[in-house]
Structure formats: C-alpha cells, structure tokens
T-cell receptor
Framework: EDKVVQSPLSLVVHEGDTVTLNCSYE??????LLWYKQEKKAPTFLFML????IEKKSGRLSSILDKKELFSILNITATQTGDSAVYLC??????????????FGQGTILTVHP | EPEVTQTPSHQVTQMGQEVILRCVPI?????FYWYRQILGQKVEFLVS????????KSEIFDDQFSVERPDGSNFTLKIRSTKLEDSAMYFC???????????????FGQGTRLTVV
C-alpha cells in the first residue's frame, strides 16, 4: 500500500525562526513529490520535485528530494505569521493504470507566533 | 489566474439522500480528480477521470459514488444514498496533460463541505 509520512505533526515557532518539515514516501510507480499549503480550505501548490538533489526555491521556501532515501524536506526561513498553515506532502503515482493519483501525508501543522 | 471552482461550498443533507457536488476544472486541463478529507484526517484519493471515463478509483469509491462530465466544463460527483460517514470536505482537482514526459501539478478547488445528518 502506498504511504506518505510527514513529521513533525505540529510545530510552533516564533517569527524569524527557520523550520524544516519532513516527508518520507513509499509509493509504487513514483513520479514526483509535491508540497501544498493548506490554510483554510484548498491545498495551494508550492513545489513539485521530480529529480533527486535539485533544490527548488520560491522566496523564503525551498525544497529538495532524495530519491535514494525516499524523502523530501521543505524549509521555510525567516518565518512570518502568514506562514501558519497545514503543509501537505503528496506523492504522484503514475504508470500502469494510474493517471496521476496523489497519495497525501497527514500534514504538518505550522503555527508561527509574532 | 485560472482556478478550479466548486459549488456549493457547504451542503447539509439527510442520511439516505442523494447529493451532487459540482466542479468546473481549469479549461485546458485534461485529467480530473475527486479527493476527500474527513475532519482531522488525511486527504484521500477517490477517483481519477480522463478521456470521459474513470481511469482509477479507490476502495472508498464504491457503487454509491459516480462521476460524470455532462458537458465540456462541469465535472460532478454524485453520492446516491449518503451515510453519516460520508461527511467530509470534498475537493475537486485538475491538471494538464503530461508535458514532455514530465508531470504537471494538480490544482485544487476550494472544496465542498458535506455534512450528513
């Protein structure tokens, strides 16, 4: 059975801190690893990682994938209160009869205090 | 910026009733999905839809569920006879075709919160 596990489940930090969120996966026909931010309702897309060892950056957020060890990390530097959200990691499964199904982790709840 | 639109945002229904959740995917996308998230739990895959047919479905997606793309823009999820345990947030998602053999990201709608009483 496909599995995605995130850690920690929750994290409380103060503004300005740097955080690292972890995601490990075991997915058949793995294609890519995605990170989403879920604030109130819809998950909003952050990154998609397909190749190992190549960092993707967007402002204060960055992410990297290790396909040998089957994990990814999401870093947020200089956190702000607006970063408070649930961060979801999801693995793309494609191949055979699969058409891009996402298997999600349980999410990391990040709370940033002023 | 194009977005996936879902209606209604919240639906309350009595156990045993039929509900239809509606989605308008992004217009040039070809793959469509329904996911659900029971309160406090993971987002779970229900079904994928491509080329006017179901391409994959999970164990959750039993005979009580069906999907349809009745016209060129809408994508619906029907639950025939709702149960209490169907109460969840239902997300529609869509994505473009594979590009150059690479994945394209899935975009999610705002969700429909279904409450079965």
């Amino acid at each position: 059975e496909d599995k995605v596990v995130q850690s920690p489940l929750s994290l409380v930090v103060h503004e300005g801190d740097t955080v690292t969120l972890n995601c490990s996966y075991e997915v058949t026909n793995f294609r890519s690893l995605l990170w989403y931010k879920q604030e109130k309702k819809a998950p909003t897309f952050l990154f998609m990682l397909t190749s190992s060892g190549i960092e993707k950056k967007s402002g204060r957020l960055s992410s990297i994938l290790d396909k040998k060890e089957l994990f990814s990390i999401l870093n947020i530097t200089a956190t702000q209160t607006g970063d408070s959200a649930v961060y979801l990691c999801a693995a793309y499964n494609a191949g055979g009869t699969s058409y891009g199904k996402l298997t999600f982790g349980q999410g990391t709840i990040l709370t940033v205090h002023p | 910026e194009p977005e996936v639109t879902q209606t209604p945002s919240h639906q309350v229904t009595q156990m045993g009733q039929e509900v239809i959740l509606r989605c308008v995917p992004i217009s040039n996308h070809l793959y469509f999905y329904w996911y659900r998230q029971i309160l406090g739990q993971k987002v779970e895959f229900l079904v994928s839809f491509y080329n006017n047919e179901i391409s994959e479905k999970s164990e959750i997606f039993d005979d009580q569920f069906s999907v349809e793309r009745p016209d060129g823009s809408n994508f619906t999820l029907k639950i025939r006879s709702t149960k209490l345990e169907d109460s969840a947030m239902y997300f529609c998602a869509s994505r473009k075709s594979w590009q150059g053999g690479l994945n394209t990201e899935a975009f999610f709608g705002q969700g429909t919160r279904l409450t079965v009483v």
